[in-house]
């Protein structure tokens, strides 16, 4: 089952403004990612924050993570027409044997020109 | 850099036919995940392979295996498919010990009719 619940499902704004997207999760985690992915197409990584890490930015991105609400958000500033995409949250906890991503259901997002 | 290369990118199969997809990781990579993306959804975890073995697997049957070469390449094979199965399936690659950023391919679309 995903571990993570993105919100909201989808969003729709217009160039230039900003679009902030939420992620919660379940289970204690090493760190937590970002990813973009267009039209159903290949995921892009866009930004990694540790669990020791409260916020981090990247050009128009900037990332916050709460652990002890098990939450962080995506904010993406100064919107373009060509950030239209589906953004999702990943959650890496470590086993012993290696770690996996845990994907949330994804924001569609909807920057209209 | 080619980076992740899956093939092949699109399949019809019929149910209850086997199906294997194919994965090449991004240069200097040693480690292989494999992800089933349904419509609308989210990805999730299948299997990982890392020194030609599966570390970890998700929640999924046993009709699903897979297979890493010494060159890190990978194959993901699906016996007696359903149509459940239809479905992109993402390939990830990374490198053990690093941050677990993944890389992934544009995916192989998969139509069980």
């Known amino acids: 089952s995903q571990q993570g619940e993105e919100d909201p499902q989808a969003l729709s704004i217009q160039e230039g403004e900003n679009a902030t997207m939420n992620c919660s999760y379940k289970?204690?985690?090493?760190?937590l990612q970002w990813y973009r992915q267009n039209s159903g197409r290949g995921l892009v990584h866009l930004i990694l924050?540790?669990?020791?890490?409260r916020e981090k930015h990247s050009g128009r991105l900037r990332v916050t993570l709460d652990t002890s609400k098990k939450s962080s958000s995506l904010l993406i500033t100064a919107s373009r027409a060509a950030d239209t995409a589906s953004y999702f949250c990943?959650?890496?906890?470590?086993?012993?044997?290696?770690?996996?991503?845990?994907f949330g259901e994804g924001t569609q997002l909807t920057v209209n020109p | 850099d080619a980076g992740v290369t899956q093939s092949p990118t699109h399949l019809i199969k019929t149910r209850g036919q086997q199906v294997t997809l194919r994965c090449s990781p991004k240069?200097?990579?040693?480690?292989v995940s494999w992800y089933q993306q349904a419509l609308g959804q989210g990805p999730q975890f299948i299997f990982q392979?890392?020194?030609?073995?599966?570390?970890q697997r998700g929640n999924f049957p046993d009709r699903f295996s897979g297979h890493q070469f010494p060159n890190y390449s990978s194959e993901l094979n699906v016996n007696a498919l359903l149509l459940g199965d239809s479905a992109l399936y993402l390939c990830?690659?990374?490198?053990?010990?690093?941050?677990?950023?993944?890389?992934f391919g544009q995916g192989t679309r998969l139509t069980v009719v």
């Open positions: 990830a690659s990374s490198f053990v010990g690093q941050s677990y950023a993944a890389f």
């Open positions: 289970t204690s985690i090493n760190n």
């Open positions: 924050i540790r669990s020791n890490e």
């Open positions: 990943a959650t890496d906890y470590r086993e012993t044997s290696g770690s996996r991503l845990t």
């Open positions: 240069s200097g990579h040693d480690t």
């Open positions: 392979y890392y020194e030609e073995e599966e570390r």
